[in-house]
């Protein structure tokens, strides 16, 4: 099955263009014989574990700053993540965390396992291994709930995603400003939750489906009362391996306050990077509101809360518009021209009817009520029948087939990370 | 054996996805519009399948033929029993679906062929997906329905969106007026074999600059499915005879009707060029067409339907079914609609 798993793999990967495999088959090829060389006898270990790391750090940066050079190449589909996947496993192996892997197919399906190379999450290869090894069979059981787990993926990227992904292209192309820059905003952090995690609950899903289970990488955002639990809940995959790749070996928390600062400010910078070069500024924000992050909490739960969405949501103005100055004016533009009024006297002309903010507002509130109380409901569902699981599929399947955004005119295909 | 827990557990997965099939019908069928009042154009292809099939005469075509002819006209004048299979913008290869898929109800004896569509090739700007759902969408299923949207799909459409009406047509969720309900499992007729009446006058005021084309060339494309339906029409034993209606706009060049006579008379096919018998019909565009001279209102289409019945009885060995049961009662329910 992990043959099959494999050559599937390779079939849709080359379908995005052959010339990707020149750089993901060297990421592949270039770790799996170093690899071999890590083990404690050799004495230039360390050296040839730095230069395959800054050899394949050097493509990925390369590749991120394609966008500002007149270099006229497409990012190869999911470097972002499979170069992550194969530094956290040669530090592994040069740890002695375990040993390398000693079957090419299994490694190239650990990099290459399609699902997660459009938007991750960033798998590691003990887990995944264990999961590719295991001897698993797809059951009804894990068809149904990966079968439910896919529809709840589609019905937050197509309903919800798709409906703040109108009104914000709308603000954006119209170049408004002030109250509407802060409705983009809001709606944006909706937006990115929606499409990433849906995008991530197809991959789970479909991994399911197959017996495989891959690591979440989300665990209700929104609720975070700082930016420091924000990033403990948010691209999970990716704040775990920053931690554990940079942050710990930077010296982590076990040093001065200043250094652990330093620590902080340069592994926001290398996430922001890693989203791309435009997003620095946003990371080393992002890592000043880690440093601070207690200083304005308060004793009020949901004010915490309501905080940390306004200030997220303000960063994510680096995400909406293009450069630097033109989020920071955006920011600037919501205290110097609040025109809230007449945001809600427009409200109608930003591409939504009324009935789709109806169904957009009832939509992210049952989303926030899931997340807000998903373990309960995990718990209380765990046991519920075949049949039960089969009418909630229906269900689903209904309801985004007619409340989503997709037909002519709209790419149900494109999620906003796998832009990163 | 089984036991009876899971047989019962069997019926209930039965029963979960027969009421999943059920609702996701209806909801095809509700999204789906209906064509019954508004964009009524969209509801015509689909009254022909409830009619009795015994026509003599099929008119195939665009606008040009279900805004112009008009069979119970036909019917009063010569005892003609014909019917107008027309629809929006029917391209040329739309034609020859329609024309193939009425073949498989009834053969008549003469095809009438409006021939403004060869102007307009698969390239076309007025190949669009709106036109294409007015004809299309309210077809019976069968092989020409499938085969004729594999032909008329402009780049964003796709064959499973017709399969399934609720892939295109989700968005009208808010949209949906008592109309939808109403003409869930019924269609409104709103044609008289499949004439659209118009009693509208708006007289024939500035028409655009006639202008000079850069080709005046009919696509080998279209010449293609030109020859298909006379083939398909020799095969059948049937007389096809094409016109051009007599609109005033767009402008029928003389190259395109040189084309076409020399066309028909390779073929050994009539062709009337009904815009140089303006004045035998006895048009007046200041009072016969709803639009300015594009198409022609009932008081027009009266006049070009007893003109054309004359030819077609002189030239075309029809029978006259006069004093036909079915077809009084129509005319009786024609001329008291028209009236009122």
């Known amino acids: 099955m992990n043959f099959l798993l494999l050559v599937l793999s390779i079939i849709i990967y080359a379908s995005y263009g052959l010339s990707n495999f020149i750089y993901i088959g060297f990421s592949l090829l270039s770790t799996f014989i170093v690899a071999r060389y890590l083990n404690k006898e050799n004495k230039n270990r360390k050296l040839v574990l730095a230069g395959t790391i800054v050899l394949n750090t050097a493509i990925l940066v390369f590749v991120k700053f394609l966008p500002y050079t007149n270099i006229n190449i497409l990012a190869p589909l999911g470097i972002s993540y499979y170069t992550l996947q194969v530094i956290s496993y040669l530090v592994d192996v040069y740890k002695g965390k375990y040993e390398y892997e000693k079957n090419l197919l299994n490694y190239a399906l650990f990099i290459m396992y399609i699902p997660h190379l459009f938007i991750g999450p960033i798998s590691r290869y003990e887990d995944m291994k264990k999961e590719l090894l295991a001897k698993r069979k797809i059951t009804l059981d894990n068809i149904l709930n990966g079968g439910i787990r896919i529809l709840w993926g589609l019905s937050k990227k197509l309903i919800i995603a798709g409906r703040t992904g109108i009104v914000i292209e709308t603000i954006t192309s119209n170049n408004s400003s002030g109250g509407y820059a802060l409705l983009a905003m809001f709606l944006y952090s909706i937006e990115l939750y929606s499409d990433f995690s849906g995008g991530i609950d197809i991959v789970l899903g479909i991994s399911r489906m197959l017996g495989i289970n891959l690591v979440e990488n989300f665990d209700a955002p929104y609720y975070s009362q700082n930016i420091k639990e924000f990033w403990r809940r948010w691209h999970i995959s990716l704040s775990s391996w920053l931690r554990d790749y940079i942050y710990i070996p930077l010296g982590g928390s076990r040093c001065s306050k200043l250094r652990k600062s330093i620590n902080v400010i340069i592994t926001f910078a290398v996430s922001g990077l890693w989203h791309g070069a435009n997003y620095i500024v946003w990371g080393i924000i992002h890592g000043i509101f880690v440093i601070f992050g207690d200083s304005y909490k308060t004793k009020f739960k949901w004010l915490n809360r309501l905080v940390n969405f306004v200030i997220v949501s303000f960063l994510w103005s680096f995400f909406i518009w293009n450069g630097t100055t033109e989020a920071l004016k955006m920011m600037l533009s919501v205290f110097t021209n609040f025109n809230i009024q007449e945001v809600t006297q427009n409200i109608l002309n930003l591409g939504l009817t009324g009935a789709d903010w109806i169904v957009l507002a009832v939509s992210t509130l049952i989303l926030f009520i899931y997340d807000g109380n998903k373990i309960k409901i995990m718990e209380k569902t765990k046991n519920i029948s075949k049949n039960t699981k089969l009418a909630l599929i229906c269900t689903f399947a209904l309801i985004v087939l007619t409340f989503g955004i997709y037909g002519i005119g709209f790419n149900v295909n494109e999620f906003i990370y796998s832009r990163f | ?340």
Not at chain 2, 62 to 87: H, L, Q, T, W
Not at chain 2, 175 to 185: G, Q, R
Not at chain 2, 280 to 293: A, F, M, P, R, V
Not at chain 2, 297 to 314: D, H, M, R
Request: aromatic letters at 14%.
């Open chain 2, 1 to 340: 054996m089984w036991k009876v827990s899971s047989i019962k557990n069997i019926l209930k997965t039965i029963l979960i996805l027969i009421i999943f099939i059920i609702i996701f019908i209806l909801l095809n069928m509700l999204l789906k519009p209906k064509y019954a009042t508004t964009l009524v154009e969209g509801s015509m292809i689909a009254e022909y399948y409830d009619e009795p099939k015994d026509h003599e005469v099929i008119f195939i075509g665009d606008c040009e033929v279900y805004a112009n002819f008009s069979p119970m006209v036909m019917y009063e004048e010569e005892g003609i029993k014909a019917y107008v299979r027309g629809s929006s913008q029917q391209l040329i290869w739309q034609s020859y679906y329609i024309l193939k898929e009425t073949l498989t109800y009834e053969i008549p004896k003469v095809v009438v062929l409006n021939v403004n569509s060869m102007r307009y090739d698969k390239e076309s700007s007025q190949v669009s997906e709106a036109y294409n759902r007015l004809t299309i969408d309210n077809m019976k299923w069968s092989k020409e329905k499938i085969e004729i949207i594999k032909e008329s799909m402009t780049e964003d459409e796709t064959l499973i969106s017709y399969i399934f009406p609720i892939l295109r047509y989700h968005s009208r969720y808010d949209e949906l007026t008592s109309e939808d309900f109403e003409y869930l499992f019924k269609d409104k007729k709103n044609t008289y074999n499949g004439f659209l009446v118009n009693k509208n006058v708006k007289p024939l005021g500035n028409l655009p600059i006639k202008r000079n084309l850069a080709n005046y060339e009919f696509s080998e494309e279209c010449y293609g499915y030109l020859d298909k339906i006379t083939n398909l029409c020799k095969e059948n034993n049937i007389k096809l005879v094409l016109i051009k209606a007599p609109s005033l706009y767009p402008y029928w060049y003389d190259e395109y009707d040189e084309q076409m006579e020399e066309y028909a008379k390779q073929k050994g096919i009539d062709y009337y060029n009904l815009v140089e018998e303006i004045e035998n019909i006895g048009l007046d565009y200041s009072q016969d067409t709803y639009d300015g001279g594009l198409h022609l209102n009932l008081q027009g289409a009266t006049k070009l339907s007893e003109y054309f019945a004359k030819i077609l009885v002189e030239n075309y060995n029809l029978t006259n079914f006069h004093g036909d049961a079915v077809y009084d009662e129509k005319l009786e329910n024609y001329k008291k609609d028209i009236q009122d």
